[in-house]
């Protein structure tokens, strides 16, 4: 029974973490940066991901300013894609939601 409350605990605690570095991250993304981020990479999404959801999320009213490509109308543009979200950033590909940090570092914004 100590063993079911142990990873019950476990599994919360990594949920709390995780909603607190997806909002921490937030908050840090302006216009222009989310228009350098936009104009150095392709972002790779589709319809119904809830993981592209927390990446949109993070953007906020700036997510408008990315280079989008949405898998489940382009279907043609994603034949090398394997999950979403994925960026494509120099030539590579980095699956997954990014923080807005990483975003900034891997496109030099």
Do not use: R
Request: aromatic letters at 12%; proline letters at 1%; a negative charge.
């Amino acid at each position: 029974m100590k063993k079911y409350w142990w990873t019950i605990a476990i599994i919360i605690a990594v949920i709390i973490l995780a909603y607190f570095l997806i909002n921490n991250n937030s908050s840090d993304i302006d216009e222009q940066t989310a228009k350098c981020i936009g104009e150095n990479s392709v972002l790779y999404v589709q319809l119904g991901c809830h993981a592209c959801k927390i990446q949109e999320d993070m953007f906020e009213d700036n997510y408008q300013y990315l280079n989008i490509i949405d898998c489940f109308y382009e279907k043609e543009k994603c034949s090398e894609i394997q999950a979403t979200p994925t960026w494509e950033i120099n030539g590579q590909t980095f699956s997954g939601v990014q923080s807005v940090e990483k975003l900034k570092e891997l496109t030099g914004c």
